[in-house]
């Protein structure tokens, strides 16, 4: 088990990442439901920014908790689903993988914008990208001091919205890929899919359990999250010039 300390420095440069990740990803779904013709999110006041109206107390607070006090263990967390009604969509089969394609499309959006954050910062002071960790040592000056916490933040923020877009897009409902797949198939393999949707979160958890011998969970929480999140923060430090890597 991870120390007190340790917890709370690492949930320090990872609460808000995450917090605007999952609240963001909802958000992303209301949005272009609203758009396609469903003010069911915007009528429940959930078309909102306000992080209150996104967060589930197991999904958004506990479970990540226990992520991070059980080490080894799986990151996940999620927020309130936004809720949708197809029915009162323009076209609900093409509007469905539109909507459920938003909240990855918004993480992807997310980690992209982190990471021109993170070149930004090392453009201002590029000594900031080779003492970047998360147990630093005093900063010299005032503007690393200022620049290091959102450096880390951004770096967070990156391999944070990756994961939870690649998780999403697994393609079993009712995650994300699930619902785009469901929506993109012909009738009659969709509406086999869609008997499969009330087990799905039970599917999840097995293929969880049984991930040390299928290892799929963990190929997608750390070799594809890693890999995307390191191409991603390497491309916004090339554009930005600084010729450094974090």
Same mark, same amino acid.
């Given at each position: 088990?991870?120390?007190?300390?340790?917890?709370?420095?690492?949930?320090?440069?990872?609460?808000?990442?995450?917090?605007?990740?999952?609240?963001?990803?909802?958000?992303?779904?209301?949005?272009?439901?609203?758009?396609?013709?469903?003010?069911?999110?915007?009528?429940?006041?959930?078309?909102?920014?306000?992080?209150?109206?996104?967060?589930?107390?197991?999904?958004?607070?506990?479970?990540?908790?226990?992520?991070?006090?059980?080490?080894?263990?799986?990151?996940?967390?999620?927020?309130?689903?936004?809720?949708?009604?197809?029915?009162?969509?323009?076209?609900?089969?093409?509007?469905?993988?539109?909507?459920?394609?938003?909240? #990855?499309?918004?993480? +992807?959006?997310?980690? $992209?914008? @982190?990471? /021109?954050?993170?070149? =930004?910062?090392? !453009? *201002?002071?590029?000594?900031?990208?080779?003492?970047?960790?998360?147990?630093?040592?005093?900063?010299?000056?005032?503007?690393?001091?200022?620049?290091?916490?959102?450096?880390?933040?951004?770096?967070?923020?990156?391999?944070?919205?990756?994961?939870?877009?690649?998780?999403?897009?697994?393609?079993?409902?009712?995650?994300?890929?699930?619902?785009?797949?469901?929506?993109?198939?012909?009738?009659?393999?969709?509406?086999?899919?869609?008997?499969?949707?009330?087990?799905?979160?039970?599917?999840?958890?097995?293929?969880?359990?049984?991930? #040390?011998?299928?290892? +799929?969970?963990?190929? $997608?929480? @750390?070799? /594809?999250?890693?890999? =995307?999140?390191? !191409? *991603?923060?390497?491309?916004?430090?090339?554009?930005?010039?600084?010729?450094?890597?974090?």
């Amino acid at each position: 088990m991870n120390s007190l300390p340790q917890i709370l420095h690492t949930i320090s440069y990872m609460g808000l990442p995450l917090l605007f990740a999952m609240v963001l990803h909802e958000y992303a779904h209301g949005w272009v439901a609203n758009r396609c013709g469903d003010p069911t999110a915007k009528l429940q006041g959930r078309l909102t920014m306000n992080p209150l109206a996104h967060i589930d107390p197991f999904g958004t607070v506990i479970l990540p908790l226990l992520c991070l006090i059980i080490p080894g263990g799986f990151f996940l967390g999620w927020a309130k689903p936004v809720p949708v009604d197809p029915r009162l969509m323009h076209q609900p089969r093409r509007d469905m993988a539109l909507v459920a394609a938003a909240g #990855p499309a918004m993480n +992807l959006a997310l980690a $992209i914008g @982190s990471a /021109l954050l993170f070149a =930004l910062i090392l !453009s *201002i002071d590029p000594a900031i990208g080779g003492a970047q960790s998360t147990s630093e040592e005093p900063s010299s000056t005032w503007h690393q001091m200022f620049l290091q916490p959102i450096a880390a933040m951004s770096i967070y923020s990156v391999l944070i919205n990756v994961l939870l877009m690649l998780f999403n897009l697994l393609p079993l409902p009712p995650l994300d890929g699930g619902r785009i797949l469901t929506s993109l198939l012909p009738n009659t393999a969709a509406m086999a899919l869609r008997r499969v949707e009330p087990y799905g979160m039970f599917i999840l958890m097995g293929l969880i359990i049984l991930d #040390p011998q299928i290892h +799929l969970i963990h190929t $997608i929480t @750390s070799t /594809l999250t890693h890999s =995307l999140s390191n !191409s *991603i923060l390497s491309t916004a430090v090339g554009l930005g010039g600084t010729g450094n890597t974090p």
